[in-house]
């Protein structure tokens, strides 16, 4: 398939240059520290209360669930996505080179799909490294598996849509600096969507990504949250597709 080749060809590009490493490096480094303060914190103050009160309560929920439910994560995986954003379009489109993918016969679905795939293949090794952090609690602890795979599902959600978004606003300017605010202000916008308006509307709710995203690191796995997701997903794609057909019609990569 075209769009896998392409895809590897922009992997093998990104991981040519520091900053996606770095990134990564960042990324799990913070995550490690996220990870072990709250499992200091749950042996710390939690664990011997839980004892004493014979608690349900367990890992999965005072580690696991607040180690994948914070704005730790949400906000690493965020500044991934923007820096993202520079390299996808927006750099293309200032070198001139998306002139050279425009001439080529390749179709603009099969652009767009390539670079999405790349974009979110190394969001993902973001997740790969966060994900096993908590299972390495099995070797002395017990862990709620179908929750941690919610949690997981979550995550490759979050970070599907949030590959759209990037390759949206790359698409929209020729600036690599540009393309990573607006990435960050789309993805905070709709991040914060709910709690900063505090409407209690139910389709303001609806739009908003948080609240889908925390009823499935609870492991309350819907049909209406996934959905939501997809449809996220798809949009921004379609959005960046006609962009892309548009600068093709008028003969422009900038």
Do not use: C
């Not at 900063?196 to 819907?222: C, F, M, N, T």
Request: no cysteine; charged share 10%; glycine share 10%.
């Amino acid at each position: 398939m075209i769009a896998l080749r392409l895809a590897g060809r922009e992997l093998r590009t990104l991981f040519a240059a520091p900053l996606p490493w770095l990134l990564l490096a960042l990324g799990q480094v913070v995550g490690a520290w996220w990870f072990l303060t709250l499992v200091e914190r749950f042996r710390g103050q939690y664990q011997a209360v839980l004892q004493q009160t014979n608690s349900p309560l367990g890992v999965t929920d005072l580690v696991v669930a607040p180690f994948f439910g914070s704005y730790v994560l949400l906000g690493v995986l965020l500044l991934a996505a923007a820096l993202l954003a520079m390299r996808l379009l927006a750099e293309e489109r200032r070198s001139g080179s998306l002139r050279l993918l425009f001439a080529a016969p390749l179709a603009v679905t099969e652009i767009v799909l390539g670079k999405y795939l790349a974009a979110l293949a190394y969001l993902l090794v973001f997740l790969a490294g966060w994900l096993f952090m908590p299972l390495g609690l099995l070797a002395g602890t017990e862990l709620d598996l179908g929750r941690l795979a919610a949690a997981a599902l979550a995550l490759g959600l979050v970070a599907a849509a949030m590959a759209s978004v990037a390759l949206f606003a790359s698409s929209l300017v020729a600036q690599p600096a540009v393309a990573v605010v607006l990435t960050a202000g789309v993805l905070l916008a709709l991040l914060g969507l709910d709690t900063a308006l505090g409407s209690g509307d139910p389709v303001i709710a609806y739009l908003a990504v948080l609240p889908h995203y925390e009823g499935l690191v609870q492991g309350r796995v819907v049909s209406t949250d996934a959905l939501y997701f997809l449809l996220l997903t798809a949009g921004f794609l379609g959005f960046t597709i006609r962009r892309l057909d548009g600068l093709r019609w008028h003969g422009t990569g900038v």
